[in-house]
């Protein structure tokens, strides 16, 4: 190493590491979607759809996640939410594709395509909540279809909450056999409405169902405000 070489290292270990400019302000913003009057894709069933998360990255849309499945709805409430970093000094642009999901292959190609939404993450975050028409692709309107997506900011930490469920002597709902139970945790919207947060899974034939444990946590739950209402339906 030359003594012009040596100099420069030296000064660079006494500057310390490259400092790396801010991307600006941010704050994790959890996205909650929910739709209405989605396209009937199958011949002898509702559709069983799924919302797909895209953000746009380096001039390319990455997929950023996926709800659940919900199987025979056209007005899905999904309880899988969305928590991305919302830089507000940035135009971040946002796309949610609907697919009705007939497969267990975790390519969309072969699946019924049920709207889309483009916009930014600004356009969610100043209006709460965000109502707006699913689209086809060539951008015009998917019938009467419309997509709802509820944004709230995400505080650090917070508690995690175990819980368990049982219920008993249900009301039989099903003319051969019996009801196959499930329950939805929702929490309430500055809005006045309620947002689904937990939907366990379907117990088979019974009147008097165990759900499984499961965690949840107290920002999902209540934002972190204990006083906020939540209501539990099965």
Known sequence: MTKQETNQSLMAY??????????????????????EGLPKKDDFSKSDPCAV?????????????????????????????????????????????VYDIDNSTPKLT???????LECTVGNLVSKNPYVNQLKKRNGSQ??????????E???????????????????????????????????????GTWQVVHRTEVVKNTLNPRWRPFFLPENTLCGGDKNRSIKVIT
């Open 110 to 116: 072969d699946d019924d395509f049920l709207g889309v």
């Open 142 to 151: 998917m019938g009467k279809a419309t997509i709802t997506i509820r944004s």
């Open 53 to 97: 998360l895209f953000m746009f990255q380096k001039g390319n849309w990455i997929e950023m996640g996926r709800t659940e499945n919900i199987e025979n709805c056209h007005d899905p409430k999904f309880a899988k939410s969305f928590t991305i970093d919302y830089y507000f000094e940035e135009v971040q642009k946002i796309k949610i594709e």
């Open 14 to 35: 006494q500057q310390g590491p490259v400092s790396v400019p801010s991307r600006g302000p941010v704050s994790k913003v959890e996205l909650r979607i929910e739709c």
């Open 153 to 191: 900011e995400v505080k650090e930490g917070g508690n995690i909450a175990y819980m368990t469920f049982s219920a008993t002597k249900l009301d039989n709902k099903d003319f051969m056999g019996k009801s196959d139970p499930y329950l939805e945790i929702s929490k309430s919207a500055p809005d």
